[in-house]
RNA sequence: GGUGGCGUGCCCGAGUGGACUAAGGGAGCGGAUUGCAAAUCCGCGAUUCAUGGGUUCGAAUCCCAUCGCCACCUCCA
């Protein structure tokens, strides 16, 4: 079945076709880093990762460019208005603006990579492509397709007639509908800045033919996207907030510099909301991830209202996220997150069990043809360890792996789950349907597993499950001992033994209490009684 | 006010004209297993898809109206 997309240029399901095959350009717009990541910011790179995933596994050669926006980005009213959200984090932070911007980078990819979230090909920023940005608005002049005044450069909407078109408007019903008073520098409302000038002791400035400025939001995605991938893009991706006007802009800004189609396919997710309330800083319920994954408290709002009860690792969120469909709305309240938890658990158990039994059919630790990632022992997630793309399964890989089962049967249902979830996938990413495919994958794998199945049938589920979960979906979840809580566990384990053997003295069980010791010493604890109690 | 979208069991959430006697997960109940638990396994659970009309041989799926919710029109993933 061939891949199909919904396009929001025409609101509908269409085959996908790049441009050049096997090549295929994808752009998603990133963060502005001016505060740390949110549960949106989850979803919504949760959901495109599992589309690139999904892109590599199906034999594309994606090329993933997602910019950083650090400069440009405008708080409140109208953006001339406004005030750039980096500096202003800076001030209030007494720091420079790029030392905001940097930290926010950090601390945004450090919980993507927790999310496994593979990082893109290309995270270009904005600062850093000024000159091409200024290069763009003045073809942009020279075109007529902008005009300047007094050191700013906008964008002249009457010059584009496709403006609108992506998201559904027209140029007349936006001037009814202007709120926000007119810069009186634009001849037209829905106008929109390629370039501002700086205001003295503006911070974050560059000199351009028309002063000193700073580029406008809009033209770094335009910019940047066409830089790394070329003039047309086969997919861009973003929130569905942006469609208008930040994606109608780009369109705007790359169609008429280059005078070609900027994108082929728009793929738009939706918004998350908590308790069916609307997420965001002005109602105080934002749930940033560092505090969901870390907190060893309830997260309450700003009125002390409880949100989340407690943490949840990482894969157990984007488990969450993967439930349901990128398009629609996501509602994240604790009930759900912890339902989410048990039965995310439930399917690493499976995963687990099954890897462990196909070793132990095969009788070896190390076995090969089950060269998937172990999720025993996730590969460590870090800035210098993306996954090697090359080595990713690939579509073709798994059918040989399937056909590879020994019985019948085993290979009869391994094709039918690969074709479900290839199926589900290639519906427009249903992520949701192709995680209960896993699901049903899992307890009829228990069913093998209890019934003896032949080594041969169990190496091959237990390829194609680590494929689907651990590399198509990402879900990698925590390891349960390691680093400090291996300690911790450990020291308790032996507490209780300890703990038993003390009993067995009391009660005079000595052969069972020098058992307790003898046994430990083998593995190198020794006890030792002491008159407050026995340390080791 | 304008534009776009959504409303599926106790909860989350797939399904968008006939294979739906509506997926999957969670919670619940019954059973198997168990010294007791946990885990696991099997089974049950929406005659119904916000409400009311309509189109059709046939609708959760298409159309209209009403109610509720969300997004965008001003920054947000």
Known sequence: MALKVFNTLGRKLEEFVPLNPPNVGVYVCGPTVYGHSHLGHAKSYVSFDAILRWLRYSGYNVRYIQNITDVGHMTENDEDAGEDKIIAEARRRGLHPAAVAESFTRSYFEDMDALSVLRPDISPRASGHIPEQIECARKLLEKGHAYEVNGSVYFDVSSFWKYGRLSGRSVEDMEAGARVEVNPEKRHPADFALWKRAEPGHIMRWPSPWGEGFPGWHLECSVMSQKYIGDTLDIHGGGIENQFPHHECEIAQGECTTGQPFCRYWLHNNMVTLNGQKMGKSLGNSVF????????????DRDGNVLVEKSFEPAVIRHFILTSHYRAPLDFSNEALKAAEAG????????????????????????????????????????SAPRPLAAAPNATALEQCVASATSDAVRTALADISRRFSDAMNEDFNTAAAVATVFDFARQAGAWIRDGAPAGDLLAADTLMQALVGDVLGLRWQDTLGGAAAEAERNALIQILVDLRNDARKAKNFALSDQVRTRLATLGIELKDGPTGTTW
Do not use: C, I, N
């Not at 991830?289 to 907190?295: A, G, N, Q």
């Open 344 to 383: 995310s658990y439930k399917l690493r158990d499976a995963v687990r069990e099954l890897s462990r039994a196909a070793r132990r059919a095969a009788q070896g630790p190390k076995v090969q043809g089950s060269q998937g990632p172990s999720t025993d022992a996730p590969r460590p997630l870090g800035p």
């Open 289 to 300: 991830l560092k505090d969901l994954f870390h907190t060893t408290e309830p997260l309450r």
